[in-house]
Structure formats: structure tokens, C-alpha cells
């Protein structure tokens, strides 16, 4: 099996070529997939930073850095210790192994459109799971993200009144078939 496709075998040596766009695709539609499976929140986190900052620094080179880490270093270093917090414990457990951590999945949400809006400006694509994910967070946070504003619209054949009020996981199966048959 290839990292990009699990059903075509490794080529001989088993190594595999891995792109910084291939790999930050797949950590960040890793991190939705979670997501929208309500699975594992320390994973969906973890997925997401690594893809937020790989996009970060081909973004900074390309004079295109992320807006929410832009945002976060012009924050004073209390705030932005408080910010890293689960990041760091996610990966880290030298100082209090027996910690336990009160998380706000909100902010791997706002990592995640964060991540999508960057990937689709320095690679010019934004793939179905992309998509479906900016258009159920714009329905659920319409304060942060407003529909109107988004670069990709709901396929004709989806009610939005409807469909706003499925679960996550009804939400993905009904969005990605509508996607899928258009």
C-alpha cells in the first residue's frame, strides 16, 4: 500500500515520495475526517497543528502566512502560552504526567478553516472534504464564517435548512453524496 493510495502496493523498497502539498492534504483532511467521525480529539488536534504549520511556513515563504498564527504571535506571551496549551500537551508529558487537560474543541475547528483557506490559496484547489467541512462550519458558527463569504457553495439538490440540522457525521454522509453525484 502507497501513502497516497491504499490500494496500490509500495514500489520496490518500499519507499514512497511524499510531497509538502501531499502531506499537508492528508494531515489536514485526516483532521476533518476525525472531525466529523466525533472521534478522538487529541488526534483531530495534533493532525491539524502539524498541517496548520507546514502550511504556515510554505505560506510565510510565499508571503501568504497564516492569518490565525499571524494573529496569535501579535498576542501578548501569557495568551499565547494559554493558546499552545494543548498543543503542547498533546505532545509533551515531561513535567506532569497525571495532568488532565479541559479542551475546547472550537479550536481545532478554527485550526481546520484556517488550514483550508490557506491550502486552497498556495495550492488552488479545495477538495470535497475541504469544502464540506467550510460549509458545516459556516453553518455552525455563522458569527465567525458567513456563508455568503465562502468560495464554494451547497451542490442545488441540498436544502440548507434541512440539512443545517443533521449531526456531523449525517451531515458529512449527505454532503459528500450530493458532492459526489453533481
Aim: proline share 6%; net charge positive; aromatic share 10%.
Amino acid at each position: 500500500m502507497s501513502a497516497s493510495n491504499p490500494e496500490k502496493p509500495l514500489p520496490k523498497g518500499g519507499l514512497v515520495r511524499i510531497t509538502r502539498e501531499a502531506a499537508a492534504r492528508g494531515q489536514l483532511e485526516g483532521a476533518i475526517l476525525l472531525w466529523f467521525l466525533q472521534e478522538d480529539f487529541a488526534s483531530v488536534h495534533t493532525l491539524i497543528v502539524a498541517a496548520q504549520t507546514l502550511l504556515h511556513h510554505i505560506g510565510a515563504k510565499a508571503g501568504k502566512p497564516s492569518k490565525t498564527v499571524t494573529w496569535l504571535k501579535s498576542q501578548p506571551a501569557s495568551f499565547q502560552k494559554r493558546a499552545l496549551g494543548a498543543q503542547n500537551f498533546f505532545k509533551h508529558a515531561n513535567r506532569d504526567p497525571d495532568r488532565v487537560l479541559i479542551y475546547a474543541p472550537m479550536i481545532a475547528e478554527i485550526y481546520i478553516i484556517d488550514a483550508i483557506y490557506m491550502f486552497e490559496d498556495l495550492y488552488h484547489v479545495m477538495t470535497p472534504l475541504m469544502r464540506t467541512f467550510a460549509l458545516r462550519f459556516s453553518l455552525s458558527h455563522p458569527n465567525v464564517l458567513e456563508l455568503s463569504s465562502l468560495p464554494v457553495k451547497f451542490p442545488a439538490s441540498v436544502k440548507i435548512n434541512q440539512i443545517a440540522q443533521l449531526s456531523r457525521t449525517e451531515f458529512f454522509d449527505a454532503l459528500m453524496l450530493a458532492m459526489s453525484s453533481n
